[in-house]
T-cell receptor
């Protein structure tokens, strides 16, 4: 199946710094990418949906200025957590769709962010 | 609105037991339905899918049938293995909203 690579898999940063997470579709063009946040033993919370070349659509309650999403190409989307705080510590997962009639999404491996 | 409800876990079974994880949904339009599996510390992997009513998705011994009349997509496996221990998510995708809706996840523990 299609492969989505997410990097880094783990990152520890200090409060107040920014962290960038990359999500790449390795063998297909992703017209739509999704960013999720997952709390321990909980389901995935959709943060935003991004389409290549356009601004991301954020879910209600997600701060646009804190979680910057860029989908600059059909194979790359990035999530930047700005001015990170300990409460931003979480597991972040991206997924990508090829679009059209193919409805399935392929997921990255996830990034464990710890803010100290 | 769109939503997915799946049975609470954890589900604990002995090896070779029969597995059922219930999933029901509400949706506008005609969603596609999925089961994803998540192993500890990893992202989600597609297990199986069905895109229209009466379709049966199957993979690695797992099966689920898209039942429009009962709005269900229950996951079944005839004989589970220890390696099936993971968290299973039921999900739907709608074109209308171009996004996925996930259930809360069901943790499966299979004991030898």
């Amino acid at each position: 199946g299609a492969v989505v690579s997410q990097h880094p898999s783990r990152v520890i940063c200090k409060s107040g710094t920014s962290v960038k997470i990359e999500c790449r579709s390795l063998d297909f063009q992703a017209t739509t990418m999704f960013w999720y946040r997952q709390f321990p033993k909980k389901s995935l919370m959709l943060m935003a949906t991004s389409n290549e070349g356009s601004k991301a659509t954020y879910e209600q309650g997600v701060e646009k200025d804190k979680f910057l999403i860029n989908h600059a190409s059909l194979t790359l989307s990035t999530l930047t957590v700005t001015s990170a705080h300990p409460e931003d510590s979480s597991f972040y997962i991206c997924s990508a769709r090829t679009g059209g009639t193919n409805t399935e999404a392929f997921f990255g491996q996830g990034t464990r962010l710890t803010v100290v | 609105g769109n939503s997915v409800t799946q049975m609470e876990g954890p589900v604990t079974l002995s090896e070779e037991a029969f597995l059922t994880i219930n999933c029901t949904y509400t949706a506008t339009g005609y969603p596609s339905l999925f089961w994803y599996v998540q192993y500890p510390g990893e992202g989600l992997q597609l297990l199986l899918k069905a895109t229209k009513a009466d379709d049966k998705g199957s993979n690695k011994g797992f099966e689920a049938t898209y039942r429009k009349e009962t709005t269900s997509f229950h996951l079944e496996k005839g004989s589970v293995q220890v390696s099936d221990s993971a968290v299973y998510f039921c999900a739907l995708f709608t074109y209308n909203f171009n996004k996925f809706y996930f259930g809360s996840g069901t943790k499966l523990n299979v004991k030898p």
